[in-house]
């Protein structure tokens, strides 16, 4: 097999390599039965530093293994050459050592005879899934991600904060789930919309209840469980009942279309869909009451709606949100801070999150000057404060990733709508 290096190098490894050295014999066996039974990555303390750990992903070769690699923000962005595991000598054990923050949640995915062809500068929309079409979770991981899908693994180290709010719990109630189709004959096409209603819903109510409005519906039901989320919110008495509508996607293309600045959709969502909704259910007319949010792209879609349309959405919930972004032949990115720093100020609040690791540029190279989600988004707090707007901001050690916005989610309905306590303490931070 071929030996590689790499610069860190994992406690239990080097007892392993100290064994195998020695003639110690069934070490490399009794090895991976502690693997099978504690489950990977490996992680172990640094003596000098509880901030960091040192992180082991291991994968069990074969005499055919010519390499392999990890995928995902612990690693070099998009040049999996510079992310090889190292074979200890003598053995099947493939190993790479990250020293990553202790409290880092993310997802990652690794790959066996990688072509090791870079990322970058990929064409075409499905360029991406065709590259990595032979990546998979990583064996003997228990925290698959999503968990439905399994697709990716995860990974949550010790002081990764928790998330209280995402677990099925069985002396709650829970509300239902309704999809149907939505046709816009403003955008000219068809979607799916998803509409939460609460555990007792009661179109009788005398107080309408309060509405969320989310983008990508499949995610936002999937990978963050939001139904559920809202159920135990609403159990625990730290959010007022409320409906949620999830406003899916016709499809990738659309979506990279519709949700940045695109006015026909600020359309669309306050002339048609939520006039749709009142139809149908007993919900506030009261921008105050209402939230809207997304992640990515549909943080940026959450922003611009309110900035275009307050009389309707007053609450924006944006995770991650694309403030880089800019219009097609404009010279300057973060369009949209501009436009909040160019109008009057407005009755809206807003909650903002980004993880750390999200600064990293796009390996693209016609986008070198992009700042990155982590600068933009500081820029748009900076921004929004600066016009005297209240906004709860947040930054987490994770990237852009629904493993960490699944848990973000419940932080911005409860600074937004959630108890005057939950409002006072993200008010203060």
Not at 125 to 150: K, S
Not at 173 to 193: D, K, T, V, W
Not at 282 to 305: E, K, M
Not at 356 to 362: A, I, S, W
Request: include cysteine.
């Amino acid at each position: 097999m071929t030996s590689t290096t790499n610069e860190l190098t994992s406690p239990r490894i080097e007892a392993l390599r100290r064994s195998v050295d020695s003639g110690a014999v069934g070490a490399v066996e009794e090895f991976w039965r502690e693997v099978v039974e504690c489950g990977t990555p490996l992680v172990e303390p640094l003596p000098d530093d509880v901030k960091d750990m040192l992180v082991t992903f291991v994968w069990r070769g074969s005499e055919a293994t010519r390499n392999v690699v990890v995928l995902g923000a612990i690693a070099t962005p998009g040049i999996p050459a510079e992310s090889q595991f190292a074979c200890l000598a003598g053995t099947d054990v493939w190993h790479r050592t990250y020293r990553l923050p202790a409290d880092l949640r993310t997802t990652y995915r690794m790959a066996e005879n990688d072509s090791l062809e870079p990322l970058r500068g990929l064409k075409g929309p499905n360029a991406f899934a065709e590259r990595t079409a032979g990546w998979r979770p990583a064996p003997l991981n228990r925290t698959p991600f999503p968990p439905v899908e399994a697709s990716t693994s995860g990974l949550a180290l010790p002081a990764a904060p928790p998330q209280p709010w995402i677990e099925v719990r069985p002396d709650v109630p829970y509300g239902e789930c309704a999809s149907q189709p939505f046709a816009s004959a403003i955008l000219g096409n068809e979607r799916r919309a998803i509409v939460y209603t609460p555990p007792g819903y009661d179109a009788q109510r005398a107080a309408p209840y309060h509405l969320v409005v989310l983008f990508d519906a499949g995610a936002y039901t999937s990978s963050v469980p939001t139904p559920t989320i809202l159920d135990n919110l609403l159990a625990a008495g730290r959010i007022a009942p409320m409906v949620g509508v999830f406003v899916g996607n016709p499809d990738q293309e659309t979506r990279g279309r519709e949700l940045p600045a695109h006015p026909p959709f600020v359309e669309f969502l306050a002339e048609e869909l939520l006039p749709w909704v009142r139809q149908r259910y007993h919900v506030t007319t009261d921008p105050a009451q209402v939230v809207i949010g997304g992640s990515s792209y549909g943080g940026l879609a959450a922003s611009h709606a309110a900035l275009r349309r307050p009389d309707v959405f007053g609450n924006v919930l944006s995770q991650s949100g694309s403030y880089f972004w800019k219009p097609d032949g404009d010279e300057e990115w973060e369009w949209h801070a501009r436009q909040y720093a160019a109008a009057e100020k407005l009755p809206l609040r807003f909650y903002l999150d980004v993880g750390r690791l999200e600064g990293r540029r796009n390996p693209n190279p016609d986008h070198d000057l992009n700042p990155g989600q982590v600068i933009a988004n500081r820029h748009m707090r900076d921004v929004l404060r600066a016009k005297g707007y209240p906004v709860h901001y947040a930054e987490f050690t994770g990237a852009h990733d629904y493993i960490c916005w699944r848990g973000t989610l419940a932080d911005g309905l409860l600074a937004l709508v959630g108890t005057a306590q939950d409002q006072d303490s993200a008010a203060s931070s």
